[in-house]
């Protein structure tokens, strides 16, 4: 089991290795925006990586273009929930109510 720790507000929820962010945020009841059901097509699910990004599955192509398409030049590491699987702890940022 990891853990995916959420700031701003420190909510922990716990994941098994190879699920998506956004799968166990919805397992736990945490809200999360997402509105194209995990087709990596919106980019509302979008968060910023503050520590662990090793224990996230590399970036894949699609998901790039569609942050790049939406964030323009990445500054910060970014990724979609939607396609973020996680193999370990995981510190991200998502600046909106969670629960």
């Not at 922990?12 to 194209?36: R, S, Y």
Request: charged share 20%; aromatic share 4%; hydrophobic share 40%.
């Amino acid at each position: 089991m990891a853990t995916i720790t959420i700031l701003p507000s420190g909510l922990q929820i716990e994941v098994e290795a190879g699920k998506t962010i956004l799968k166990a945020a919805v397992e736990n009841e945490v809200c999360w925006p997402h509105t194209c059901g995990g087709k990596e097509t919106c980019g509302s699910c979008a968060y910023i990586i503050v520590d662990g990004n090793e224990n996230l599955a590399p970036l894949g192509r699609f998901e790039q273009r569609q942050l790049v398409a939406l964030k323009g030049r990445q500054i910060q590491p970014m990724r979609l929930a939607c396609q973020s699987v996680v193999n370990g702890d995981v510190t991200i940022k998502k600046n909106i109510p969670l629960i």
